[in-house]
T-cell receptor
Framework: QKEVEQNSGPLSVPEGAIASLNCTYS??????FFWYRQYSGKSPELIMS????GDKEDGRFTAQLNKASQYVSLLIRDSQPSDSATYLC??????????????FGQGTILTVHP | EPEVTQTPSHQVTQMGQEVILRCVPI?????FYWYRQILGQKVEFLVS????????KSEIFDDQFSVERPDGSNFTLKIRSTKLEDSAMYFC?????????????FGPGTRLTVL
């Protein structure tokens, strides 16, 4: 069973702080990695994608990938109350044995308090 | 900005009835997916669809499920005989999958309630 694991939280940070979200995956063939944000009762919204080892920055978000450790993380700088949501890590072996099937973690609930 | 749309937003049905959930993927996307999320649980893959055929399906996607692209814009998920445990949010997603990058964009979902 190919698994994606996340700390379910809740993770609580003060406004303006850095939130750090972590994810591990079991399938060494995974090639593409994504972070989605899901507000309560809403659909997953893609916020970051990362395909190679290292860091990728987009505004206040930084994704980090370490394939050797099978680890991907998301940092949110200058956290805002509007960042309060569940963050979903998703991986795929797209282009390998998969046609793009995303395997999701259970999500980490982030609360940013003023 | 183009987006995936889904109808209806909420569907209530009796156990044993057939339901059809509809999706309009982003227009230049070629890869289509259905996922579901039971309340409080993970998002789960159901099926992927490319070039008018199923390319991959999960063990959840048994004979009671089917997908179809009846025209150039719609993508449907049919559940033939609904069960109580089919109650969930159903999300459609689509992807362009260009240059090895398979970013999937999700629709707003259909909440299916089976009574």
């Amino acid at each position: 069973q190919k698994e994606v694991e996340q700390n379910s939280g809740p993770l609580s940070v003060p406004e303006g702080a850095i939130a750090s979200l972590n994810c591990t995956y079991s399938d060494r063939g995974s090639q593409s990695f994504f972070w989605y944000r899901q507000y309560s009762g809403k659909s997953p919204e893609l916020i970051m994608s990362i395909y190679s080892n290292g860091d990728k920055e987009d505004g206040r978000f930084t994704a980090q990938l370490n394939k050797a450790s099978q680890y991907v993380s998301l940092l949110i700088r200058d956290s805002q109350p509007s960042d309060s949501a569940t963050y979903l890590c998703a991986v795929t072996n797209a282009g390998g044995t998969s046609y793009g099937k995303l395997t999701f973690g259970q999500g980490t609930i982030l609360t940013v308090h003023p | 900005e183009p987006e995936v749309t889904q109808t209806p937003s909420h569907q209530v049905t009796q156990m044993g009835q057939e339901v059809i959930l509809r999706c309009v993927p982003i227009s230049n996307h070629l890869y289509f997916y259905w996922y579901r999320q039971i309340l409080g649980q993970k998002v789960e893959f159901l099926v992927s669809f490319y070039n008018n055929e199923i390319s991959e399906k999960s063990e959840i996607f048994d004979d009671q499920f089917s997908v179809e692209r009846p025209d150039g814009s719609n993508f449907t998920l049919k559940i033939r005989s609904t069960k109580l445990e089919d109650s969930a949010m159903y999300f459609c997603a689509s992807s362009e999958w260009a240059g090895g990058r398979n970013e999937q964009f999700f629709g707003p979902g259909t909440r299916l309630t089976v009574l």
